[in-house]
């Protein structure tokens, strides 16, 4: 999965002309990941999360997270593209750099936005560079979908509330039973590898797929 993602192949490539599409831009937590503090402060042992920030490539590293983000590349019937994007927080022009460029996303068509944290809304201020004119000054075209509750509270930037915890993330999904389910907007106490390991122990004794995405995964689905 992780190596589809990273390195499309032809069959990928085909599929990302003719079919729908997710990918995720980021899957990390309000303050991105790695937490800048567990570089300049080091404990011992170091965080095992965040430590390998330096020596590995963001591609590369699942544990390289930036805020939370999805694009929809929805492919109609005629073969035109229609990017909705989810989302845009503090780190959205680093997630245009790597992630528009290497799935060839060339625009976003429309916005959505789930709420009014600066893990959300703070790329706003960019967003232009995605614009299909590319011009600073013509960003009123591009339409932005939000509740009146986040309209009001004028993207205040604090994180609380209604960001989940695991275990509630887990409950969550047993609710709603899904075929499967792909986790987003982990800190660094998730590392990649072994939350994963042991996510695909938890899940097979209670019957949903549960796994950590990564920044860059891109998902075929029929919409
Ligand atoms: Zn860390
Ligand atoms: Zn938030």
């Known amino acids: ?15 990302a002309a003719t079919a729908s599409s997710l990918i995720f831009l980021g899957t ?13 402060q080091p404990s011992t042992p170091p965080c095992a999360t965040c430590s390998q920030a330096l020596t590995l490539p963001p591609e590369k590293n699942p544990n390289y997270r930036c805020n ?13 593209h229609k990017y909705i994007l989810i989302d845009l927080g503090k780190t959205f022009r680093e997630q ?68 989940l915890t695991l275990t509630e993330s887990l409950d969550a999904i047993k609710t709603i039973c899904p075929k499967k389910a792909l986790l987003i907007g982990m800190n660094h106490e998730f590392e990649h590898q072994r939350e994963n390991n042991i996510l695909a122990e938890r899940s097979g004794r209670e019957g949903i797929p549960v796994q950590l995405a990564h920044d860059g995964l891109r998902i075929f689905i029929d919409l």
């Open 68 to 80: 939370t983000s999805l694009l929809i590349d929805y492919c109609d019937n005629d073969g035109t």
């Open 28 to 40: 990390g937590c309000s303050g991105a990941l790695p937490d800048v503090r567990c570089l300049i």
């Open 96 to 163: 245009v750099l790597r992630w528009f460029v290497h799935h060839k996303v060339p625009s976003v068509d429309s916005i959505i936005l789930t709420h009014e944290h600066a893990d959300a809304v703070l790329g706003l201020d960019d967003v232009w560079l995605v614009h299909p004119s590319n011009h600073k000054n013509e960003i009123d075209h591009l339409p932005v979908f939000l509740t009146q509750f986040t309209m009001d509270s004028n993207f205040q930037g604090h994180a609380r509330g209604c960001h």
């Open 1 to 15: 999965m992780q190596a589809a993602a990273m390195a499309p192949d032809g069959d990928a490539v085909e599929a």
